[in-house]
């Protein structure tokens, strides 16, 4: 038997004001998305917005649908909007923020799992690492470095293929 240890690292930052500006930017339009959410059913507004290799910055919130699940996280949003008008372009950075009606954010909202799968999925297109930089209420920061590092076992071609 062997055991196998898998680590994240991750880079904590105490306010937004100690990123770049092009980081803060994008953090706080990931902010502002969050009030174009479609969050009747949860009161869990999430907002993303991530920067292509063109510099166009694209956002995405969720919508929920009665018929659960037929709804979507703002991450597949933003992410299936950038890929549909930008076809060619590389994701570079995705922030994710949320807001909450009933209570307040504490934890970093991170993607989930159908997310990080969607994600990764373009980090393997693109042969290029996704940044994904997640806050809270509390202005904090957390930055991960590509999507592989929250997701270490993905679902990958090799094994759709046989090869």
């Known amino acids: 038997m062997e055991k196998i240890?898998?680590?994240?690292?991750?880079?904590?930052?105490?306010?937004?004001?100690?990123?770049?500006?092009?980081?803060?930017?994008?953090?706080n339009?990931?902010?502002?998305?969050?009030?174009?959410?479609?969050?009747?059913?949860?009161?869990?507004h999430v907002g993303a917005a991530l920067l292509l290799s063109n510099n166009?910055?694209?956002?995405g919130t969720n919508q929920e649908n009665i018929a659960y699940p037929s709804g979507?996280?703002?991450?597949?949003?933003?992410?299936?909007s950038a890929k549909s008008n930008f076809p060619k372009e590389k994701i570079?950075?995705?922030a994710i923020a949320a807001k909450s009606e009933k209570a307040?954010?504490?934890?970093?909202?991170?993607?989930c799992g159908s997310c990080r799968q969607a994600l990764?999925?373009?980090?393997?297109?693109?042969?290029?690492?996704?940044?994904?930089?997640l806050t809270n209420?509390?202005?904090?920061?957390?930055?991960?470095?590509?999507?592989?590092?929250?997701l270490p076992f993905f679902f990958n071609s090799k094994a759709v293929k046989g090869s």
């Open 137 to 150: 209420d509390d202005d904090e920061v957390y930055i991960v470095n590509s999507v592989k590092d929250l």
């Open 5 to 27: 240890e898998h680590k994240v690292t991750l880079t904590k930052f105490k306010s937004i004001t100690e990123l770049n500006k092009p980081d803060q930017d994008l953090v």
């Open 29 to 44: 339009l990931a902010i502002e998305a969050t009030q174009n959410a479609y969050a009747v059913y949860s009161g869990f």
């Open 72 to 80: 979507l996280c703002a991450e597949r949003v933003a992410a299936f």
């Open 120 to 133: 990764i999925e373009y980090e393997l297109l693109d042969k290029q690492d996704i940044r994904i930089i």
């Open 92 to 94: 570079l950075t995705i």
């Open 104 to 111: 307040k954010v504490v934890d970093a909202v991170a993607p």
């Open 56 to 59: 166009q910055i694209i956002t």
